[in-house]
Nanobody, 111 residues
Framework: VQLVESGGGLVQPGGSLRLSCAAS????????MRWYRQAPGKERELVAT????????NYADSVKGRFTISVDETKNTLYLQMNSLKPEDTAVYYC?????WGQGTQVTVSS
């Protein structure tokens, strides 16, 4: 099983980014998938979860209304659409599922 994130970068406050997590070795839609983030000096924080089979989606209060988690079954890829980004969203973002972590992708929100 392998999860590979991409899509991070530097963006100004109020901007948007879309993170991707491409999976191999598993069918993403069959698993409970999650996005986490970890800012410097802070613990890893659960950002969003999705269970395609049940249709269950949940978000941390800090990102609710701004972030959207989704799965593209045809591409076997997990996404995190991030809008209205704030400096406090700066962190390394990780996808997780089937007992496997991705390598992380850096998101920096700064003017």
């Amino acid at each position: 099983v392998q999860l590979v994130e991409s899509g991070g970068g530097l963006v100004q406050p109020g901007g948007s980014l879309r993170l991707s997590c491409a999976a191999s070795g598993i069918t993403l839609s069959r698993y409970y998938m999650r996005w986490y983030r970890q800012a410097p000096g802070k613990e890893r924080e659960l950002v969003a979860t999705i269970a395609e089979v049940s249709g269950s989606i949940n978000y941390a209060d800090s990102v609710k209304g701004r972030f959207t988690i989704s799965v593209d079954e045809t591409k076997n890829t997990l996404y995190l659409q991030m809008n209205s980004l704030k400096p406090e969203d700066t962190a390394v973002y990780y996808c997780y599922g089937a007992g496997t972590w991705g390598q992380g992708t850096q998101v920096t929100v700064s003017s």
